[in-house]
């Protein structure tokens, strides 16, 4: 798909590739070890793309502001795929004076529903049936001026891109800890590729220190 973003998942992850410390859990836990200097790093990145998107059930448990904070910038679009648009009215991402909002969701959302995000200031996109589909998604967007974009997950999220192949980088902030636990959200979620010559190939573009943590900067091999 060349009518599309360019694509840059970016990540908390722990050394064992934990997205956050129990399923269901927020990651604003496990993200509280992150010092200034790295969330300076996540929050320049967000200054620089068009948009910004996460999983709705990563709105449902972290309630994230996905504004930019840590630097001077302007604030992405940010853009929530959520199949019924099942957002809480008083999530943060649908304070829409801060930032532009679009809840991409599916024909199965309720009218009501949709109305009432849109009263919030929110535009909604329909794009697929069942789940929202990003074949339709990522051209709209683009069209829409989305030439970047961020995607801060969760691993459900991250996995529909990945099998897509859609993802043109992966940068990640590691956080020095162990999580473990067998289904506890790792970096990517979904069935996984299974065969070794399906696997997602990545070079290492660079790695430095920012604070007290190693970013790693990946690009994928096409
Ligand atoms: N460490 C980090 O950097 C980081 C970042 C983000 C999230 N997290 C953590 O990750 C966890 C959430 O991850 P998650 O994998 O459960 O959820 P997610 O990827 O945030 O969101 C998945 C949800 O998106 C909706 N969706 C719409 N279209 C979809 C499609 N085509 N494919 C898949 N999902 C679609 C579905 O909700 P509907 O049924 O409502 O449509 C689905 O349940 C949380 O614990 C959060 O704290 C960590």
Do not use: Q
């Not at 996905?66 to 940010?78: D, F, I």
């Amino acid at each position: 798909m060349v009518h599309r973003p360019y694509i840059i998942i970016v990540s908390e992850v722990s050394i064992d590739g934990k997205l956050t410390l129990y399923r269901g859990a927020s990651s604003k836990e496990l993200m509280s070890l992150m010092d200034e200097e790295a969330y300076r790093y996540l929050h320049e990145i967000r200054a620089k793309v068009d948009g910004i998107m996460v999983g709705c059930e990563t709105v449902r448990t972290d309630n994230p502001s996905l504004t930019v904070r840590y630097v001077r910038g302007k604030n992405p679009t940010r853009i929530i795929p959520c199949s019924t648009a099942n957002v809480p009215l008083d999530a943060n991402v649908l304070n829409t004076s801060e930032a532009p909002t679009i809840i991409a969701t599916t024909e199965r959302a309720p009218r009501e529903r949709v109305e009432k995000i849109k009263e919030r200031g929110a535009e909604v996109i329909v794009a697929g049936d069942e789940l929202v589909d990003f074949d339709l998604l990522l051209p709209k967007l683009y069209d829409m001026g989305i030439k970047t974009l961020m995607v801060e997950g969760g691993a459900s999220i991250n996995w529909e891109l990945i099998k897509r192949r859609v993802v043109d980088e992966i940068r990640l902030i590691h956080l020095p800890v162990i999580v473990g636990g067998e289904n506890v959200p790792t970096l990517v979620g979904g069935e996984g590729f299974k065969k070794l010559r399906n696997l997602l190939h990545l070079r290492l573009r660079s790695h430095f220190k920012r604070g007290n943590h190693l970013i790693t900067e990946w690009e994928v091999v096409k």
